[in-house]
């Protein structure tokens, strides 16, 4: 008489049949018919062992539009560890907070680090600390960038040991984002004649454009034999 063999079911795996280790090595396939004798050749009692191959499933990170950088894909088997990515993409003014598995808007520059986690699916770590990100053989998980504005500094150097003497016309701005475009101020000191700043790379700046990002080191250029030198040791007068 044909004996057909229980089927089991195990989360994040495939059951492939039953093992048998003794008398002799065998392997049934599920869903197959067996004699007895099949299963015991010499009418002893058995045991059967579970065979399962755990699924696999990937997982893609993707740039949003507008993101540099390109899709690129791995693949993972279920109990296996998962290090999540860092960020290998850029977007100008914009710093990498985590991934999504939807596309989010920009986050402000105010929003907390509380806050900004209702945003994220999840955050890099390079530990494998995760694992087990879907439990069908075949699933495909795709993860965005979530960005938030940057703010950058801005830091001012009157080039003048008279510092108490100067006059400022103006807003100061010390910190911006890249979202931001204003005049910057304006100095005054007797018996010298302001002509602007300079950036720590030698440009000249009369005010920071939308668009504009990074940390700014500024230095104000006289017309008359204040030196100042920049980054890269251009010397101004």
């Given amino acids: 008489t044909g004996v057909s063999l229980k089927e089991l079911s195990k989360t994040g795996y495939i059951f492939n049949g039953w093992d048998r280790v003794l008398p002799s090595t065998a392997f049934f396939k599920k869903g197959s018919t067996y004699t007895g004798t099949d299963i015991s050749p010499y009418g002893e009692n058995i045991t059967l062992y579970a065979n399962y191959t755990p699924i696999k499933y990937k997982i893609t990170y993707k740039p949003l539009t507008g993101d540099a950088g390109q899709t690129y894909t791995y693949t993972y088997s279920y109990d296996q560890d998962v290090a999540i990515e860092n960020c290998n993409y850029t977007k100008t003014g914009c710093k990498f907070v985590g991934w999504s598995t939807t596309e989010q808007d920009i986050i402000d520059t105010g929003v907390s680090s509380t ?18 990100l879907a439990s069908t053989d075949g699933a495909e998980i795709t ?87 920049s980054s890269t040791d251009t010397v101004f007068t």
Avoid at 115 to 132: C, V
């Fill in 143 to 229: 993860l965005y960038p979530v960005w938030q504005i940057s703010t950058y500094s801005i830091t001012y150097n009157y080039n003048t040991t008279d510092t108490s003497s100067v006059k400022v016309t103006g807003e100061k701005v010390t910190s911006y984002t890249y979202n931001d475009s204003f005049k910057l101020p304006t100095l005054t000191l007797s018996g010298h004649t302001f002509k602007g700043w300079v950036n720590q790379n030698g440009v000249s700046l009369q005010a920071i454009s939308k668009g504009t990002a990074g940390d700014l080191s500024l230095t104000a250029v006289w017309d008359d034999d204040l030196l100042i030198r």
């Fill in 115 to 132: 806050g900004i986690d209702t945003y994220l699916s999840y955050k890099p770590d390079a530990t494998g600390k995760y694992k087990n």
